[in-house]
């Protein structure tokens, strides 16, 4: 099992930049794909960001690409989202999820979820 905290949101002003980190806890973290997802207020969860277990491969939905970077320190037990000039549009919580197999656009793949943290960009 897999614990997971995120930590480093708060209130930006837009152009902005944020270093969200989620520290994991379970000796099998290294084991599993990470991502990072978003919930506007009123809307569904949707994807940001993942990272492969070795770190090797990522992928970006398509409206944070070139802005935002998923990363991970596998001897931290971290998985960190470097978002760079970000925008009103990008207000939500994150959320870091933990996933062993199946897609990693859907949440339905991961197993495992952090509490989440509160990302607000003022215009």
């Known amino acids: 099992q897999v614990q997971l905290v995120e930590s480093g949101g708060g209130l930006v002003q837009s152009g902005g930049s944020l270093r969200l980190s989620c520290a994991a806890s379970?000796?099998?973290?290294?084991?599993?794909?990470m991502g990072w997802f978003r919930q506007a207020p009123g809307k569904e969860r949707e994807f940001v960001a993942a990272i492969s277990w070795n770190g090797y491969s990522t992928y970006y939905a398509d409206s944070v690409k070139g802005r935002l970077t998923i990363s991970r320190d596998n001897a931290k037990y971290t998985v960190y989202l470097q978002m760079n000039s970000l925008k009103p549009e990008d207000t939500a919580v994150y959320y870091c999820?933990?996933?062993?197999?199946?897609?990693?656009?859907?949440?339905?793949?991961?197993?495992?979820w952090g509490q989440g943290t509160q990302v607000t960009v003022s215009s």
């Open positions: 379970g000796r099998t973290f290294p084991n599993y794909n």
């Open positions: 999820a933990a996933c062993y197999d199946g897609s990693y656009y859907s949440p339905v793949s991961y197993l495992y």
